[in-house]
């Protein structure tokens, strides 16, 4: 039986490389994820993740009325057994790896509804920018089951206070609200979104393809580890950056402008 959902995946080319907009649509169903679904976003990331051509992907759910409207409920009505809930929140968690993976920046544009698995999804992303209209919620403890996998990013984003109100009040937030806590690092005007998206690409692939792509892996090292080894880290990855060769270019630019100014 063929899939409901679809997944299109446009390129375009910029200076420096390509730009990969991702669009997931079972916009009928609020672009809710069952576990094709799963399976299939978590395929087209692990796919351009080996493209080394890459620089930044656009990743954003089809219409206006969500994100990720959450994991299918109807597929986890069904579920009896420990096994099948291990089984299909390991296909949530699989996704959200995958965009952490993922060697460029992931940029996920929210409108509507970003809600449960769909949140996990989009604070697996880079950066977030979001739609005044848009919503945000952990509802799953209203419907028995409580919010794992990459919920655990949230109190880096937002504090672990932030964290409690939306997964145990399970209430949603507005976008001015999602704004004040960290956990969007935009809100524009739906009419704006496109443009506020595009700024944030084109400030991307203003910097170097080595240096970005290094930039995120230091950044994931970040997260793993205590401060003194995060900065040994960092000179490692600069020392790294330097016998790369990138900068000499740009920083001669750099040198020369000066100079004739």
Request: hydrophobic share 45%; glycine share 8%.
């Amino acid at each position: 039986m063929a899939a409901e959902h679809k997944i299109d995946v446009r390129r375009e080319t910029h200076d420096g490389g390509v730009v990969a907009y991702v669009t997931y649509d079972y916009a009928r169903r609020l672009n809710v994820l069952n576990p094709q679904a799963l399976k299939d976003l978590a395929a087209t990331f692990h796919a351009l993740a080996k493209e080394d051509d890459l620089r930044v992907v656009v990743f954003a759910g089809a219409g206006d009325r969500a994100f990720v409207g959450g994991a299918d409920i109807n597929h986890m009505a069904g579920m009896r057994h420990p096994d099948d809930g291990r089984a299909f929140i390991t296909l949530v968690h699989k996704l959200c790896q995958s965009i952490r993976d993922c060697p460029v920046p992931v940029i996920c544009r929210l409108e509507g509804y970003t809600l449960g698995a769909g949140l996990e999804v989009a604070a697996a992303c880079d950066i977030r920018i979001a739609s005044e209209a848009a919503h945000f919620g952990m509802p799953e403890v209203k419907v028995g089951i409580p919010s794992v996998v990459e919920a655990a990013l949230l109190p880096r984003l937002i504090g672990w206070g932030r964290t409690s109100w939306l997964l145990m009040a399970a209430e949603n937030i507005d976008a001015a609200t999602a704004d004040r806590w960290g956990l969007v690092e935009q809100v524009v005007p739906a009419a704006k979104l496109a443009a506020a998206v595009e700024r944030c690409v084109h400030s991307i692939v203003e910097g170097t393809p080595k240096a970005v792509r290094g930039q995120k892996r230091l950044m994931r090292r970040w997260e793993r580890l205590p401060l003194d080894e995060a900065v040994q880290a960092g000179i490692d990855a600069f020392a790294q950056s330097v016998g790369e060769g990138e900068h000499i270019e740009r920083m001669a630019a750099f040198v020369n402008r000066k100079k004739k100014g």
